[in-house]
């Protein structure tokens, strides 16, 4: 029997990115985890809301809703995976993917690492953020983690 050669092709997208900041690795997950603070560096087009009480252990179920009028396109989320300075948010919607929000220690800080990975299964959608939205995306993701730097480092020094 000749040897087989097995390809796996993977239609998702990635936008990774990290920031350095002085602060310890437990107010960095604060600041990711707390609700209230979420709202400090969140992209202000989004809310996320409970479904139930909030809470970010395994298991533990919200909404993210763009603040389109008359559209408000959701994404559903569960909390896939989570350790200290770890948590994994996997969703599906108009979106189909995961969130992953890493607090790494370092010597005089934390390096924090966001990976959005995805895939849009409708070509429509897919299309058109490709074209309209993408760049925006990762642009918008610097973005927040810039504001969450800025509030960790202020709970941090406090």
Known sequence: MPNSLKVTMSFSQVFEQSIFIRASATVVELCITDHTLMYRWLNPMLRCEPVGKWDTFVGSRSRFIINIPFLEP?????????????IVWE??????????????????????????????????????FNQFAASWTKSDMEAQLRRLKRLAEEQYYR
């Open 74 to 86: 959701s994404l559903n989320s569960i909390v896939a995976e989570r350790e200290p300075g770890l």
């Open 91 to 128: 969703f599906q919607g108009f979106f189909r993917g995961s969130a992953r929000w890493e607090c790494q220690p370092e010597l005089e800080g934390t390096r924090l690492l966001n990976r959005f990975e995805f895939e849009i299964p409708n070509p429509l959608i897919k299309f058109g």
